[in-house]
């Protein structure tokens, strides 16, 4: 594998939670009284341009690789995701989600390398 290949697999996972984390920030957006109707469609419609543009950038992934092989980079989307929870969305993280994320990553590898 080359570098460009490398560079397209983690571009298609911090396109995966750049989406998560946009949609749930415009559904935050919806508990307000006064909703900004503008910005919560902005901001959802990245959300839906960033999960598409992951979806097809793997499945094109998958044209050149096998599944077992792509599937272990699905385990940075949790930590990930869990890093821009705290950072962006200014989530709580406690020591428990903390050791979870850690969990679900290690199990991936660990199937990753079976």
Known sequence: MNGKFLGLILFSQ????A????????????HHTTMDRSLFAKIFLAGIAAMT??????LGLMRHFDLSYLYPFEG???ILLVIGANFFLHEKM???LWI???FISAGLSLVAMS
């Open 19 to 30: 989406g998560q984390l946009w949609l749930k920030h415009s559904m935050n957006m919806t």
């Open 100 to 102: 979870g994320t850690l």
């Open 14 to 17: 911090i396109c995966l939670v």
């Open 94 to 96: 406690t020591l428990q």
């Open 76 to 78: 940075l989307s949790p």
């Open 53 to 58: 543009l992951w979806f097809f950038l793997w």
